[in-house]
C-alpha cells in the first residue's frame, strides 16, 4: 500500500506540472551576489578567481574581432601563432595562449601600475582581446598572407574614442592600437606590411639579442624566396621594401655573434643604430632610454617589437634562440617605462614558446608582465588623434611633443 501511494503521489505532482498553473511561483536561485561582487577602492567587478575562468590577455573581455567588423575599441590584443620561420627551437606558435595564462593576475588586485601611475585596465580606452588570426603551419607565404590581412582588419577601423577626428594616419585618421602576440619574429614583416597600408614607413624601436637584419644569403642561405624570409632577415626584407623610416630606428639588448663585422655595415644600411645589452653595465637603463629616445623622438608614429629573449634566459628560458648576458625582468620593464611619451602606434611580442618554460611559467609571467608596461604607457598617452596627442604634451615633459 505504501508503494501504491508513493505512486499516486508522484501522479499528481506530474499532473500539476501538467495543467501550466500560472499561479505557481519558481523556486528563487541563489543571489548573483555570491558570484559577482563589487570591490572595494579602485578596483572593478570580479566574477570569478584569477585562476578560473576563460584565459584572455588580463582577463580582459574577449570579442571575435575578425568577424565582426563593426565592433569597435581602442587597443585590441590579437595572436599570431607562427613559428615555421625560427632557425633553432620551434614551439612559438603556442605563445598567445601561454602569454595570456601569463597574464591572468595581472590585475589580482585592480590594476593600477604604481611607476606610471596608470591603470590601463581601467581607463579611458576600450581594451579588447580579439582572440587569434587563423595562421595555417603548411605554407609560410600564404601564413603571412593571413597575418598581414588578419592585423589590418584590426588596425584599419575606426577607434571607439575619437573616431571622428584627425590622427596621425597617412589619410589622416585616427586609428586603434594593436598588441600582437607571437609567434616567432617573422611575424613583424606581416605587421609592417599592414602598418606600411595604414601609416606609410615608420620608425621601428627593437628589443632583441638578435640583429635580425641579416641578408638572407648570410642567414639561412636563401634557397628559395620562401625560406629567405624567417625570423633572422625580416627587417632586412623591411628595409627593401621601404617599411622603416630611415635613420630613426634602434636596436636595444644586442648581444649575439657575428658571421663578421660586416653584418654591423649591413645594419647600417637597414637604418639602425644599436644599443648593445652591456651597455646597461657603463650608461645604465637611464642612458639606454635616453638613446632611444634621441633617436626615434616623440612626435612620429613608432612601432615597437619586443622579442623575449632580450632577457636573459635565467628569467626567460622559454624562447626560440635564448642568449646568455641578457637583461633582467626588471632592467627590461624599466626601460620600457621610460619610453613614455613616444607616440606607440602598434606592438609585438615575440619568441615566447611555453613548451620551455619551466613549471613556474617564468617566460610567459614576464612577456604578459613587460605588455602590461606597454599597455600603460599607451593609456597615459592617450588616444592617437592629432588633437588628444597635442593635449598631452601640454600636460607634461613626460609628453612633450618635440622632434
Known amino acids: 500500500m505504501k508503494v501504491l501511494g508513493a505512486v499516486v503521489a508522484l501522479a499528481a505532482v506530474a499532473a500539476a506540472h501538467g495543467d501550466h498553473d500560472h499561479d505557481q511561483v519558481p523556486i528563487a536561485g541563489p543571489h548573483k551576489g555570491l558570484w559577482y561582487n563589487t570591490l572595494p577602492g579602485d578596483g572593478g567587478t570580479q566574477a570569478d578567481s584569477v585562476f578560473s575562468g576563460i584565459s584572455t590577455f588580463g582577463r580582459i573581455q574577449y570579442h571575435p574581432c575578425l568577424s565582426s567588423e563593426h565592433f569597435n575599441y581602442d587597443i585590441a590584443f590579437i595572436g599570431a601563432p607562427f613559428d615555421t620561420g625560427t632557425s633553432y627551437r620551434p ?43 587563423p ?12 597575418i598581414e590581412e588578419g592585423h589590418n582588419i584590426i588596425l584599419s577601423r575606426a577607434p571607439f574614442t575619437d573616431a571622428k577626428k584627425p590622427g596621425l594616419s597617412k589619410k589622416g585618421r585616427t586609428l586603434p592600437r594593436v598588441i600582437t602576440l607571437g609567434g616567432d619574429h617573422t611575424i613583424t614583416l606581416p605587421l609592417l606590411r599592414s602598418i606600411n597600408r595604414e601609416y606609410g614607413p615608420v620608425s621601428v624601436i627593437h628589443f632583441d639579442s638578435h640583429l635580425d637584419t641579416w641578408k638572407p644569403k648570410v642567414f639561412g642561405g636563401a634557397p628559395s ?26 636596436h636595444a639588448g ?3 655573434t657575428l658571421s663578421g663585422p660586416s653584418d654591423y655595415e649591413n645594419d647600417g644600411y637597414c637604418g ?20 632611444i629616445r634621441e633617436r626615434v623622438g616623440t612626435k612620429k608614429p613608432v612601432y615597437l617589437s619586443i622579442d623575449i629573449d632580450t632577457l636573459d634566459p635565467a628569467f626567460a628560458p622559454a624562447t626560440g634562440t635564448p642568449e646568455t648576458g641578457g637583461w633582467s625582468t626588471r632592467e627590461l620593464r624599466t626601460v620600457i617605462r621610460g619610453l613614455e611619451g613616444i607616440n606607440l602606434i602598434a606592438t609585438d611580442i615575440v619568441e615566447v614558446a611555453p613548451a620551455y618554460d619551466t613549471n613556474a611559467e617564468l617566460t610567459t609571467m614576464a612577456a604578459a608582465d613587460v605588455l602590461y608596461e606597454v599597455m ?25 611633443l618635440k622632434a
Not at 595562421?135 to 593571413?146: K, P
Not at 639602425?272 to 638613446?291: L, S
Not at 600603460?376 to 612633450?400: I, Q
Open 91 to 133: 614551439g612559438a606558435r603556442f605563445g598567445p595562449s601561454g602569454i595570456r595564462q601569463g597574464s591572468r593576475r595581472l590585475n589580482l588586485y585592480g590594476g593600477y601600475n604604481v611607476p606610471l601611475d596608470a591603470n590601463p585596465f581601467n581607463s579611458w580606452a576600450k581594451v579588447i582581446d580579439c582572440g587569434d588570426i
Open 135 to 146: 595562421v595555417t603551419s603548411y605554407d609560410n607565404a600564404y601564413a603571412l598572407q593571413q
Open 225 to 250: 624566396q620562401q625560406a629567405s624570409i624567417n625570423h633572422g632577415t625580416y627587417f632586412f626584407h623591411a628595409s627593401q621594401e621601404g617599411l622603416l623610416a630611415n635613420d630613426s630606428n634602434i
Open 254 to 256: 644586442i648581444r649575439t
Open 272 to 291: 639602425f643604430e644599436i644599443v648593445e645589452a652591456r651597455e646597461i653595465d657603463t650608461i645604465g637603463t637611464a642612458g639606454i632610454i635616453t638613446k
Open 376 to 400: 600603460s604607457l599607451m593609456v597615459k598617452r592617450g588616444p592617437l588623434s592629432l588633437e588628444a596627442l597635442e593635449l598631452e604634451g601640454e600636460e607634461g615633459e613626460s609628453g612633450e
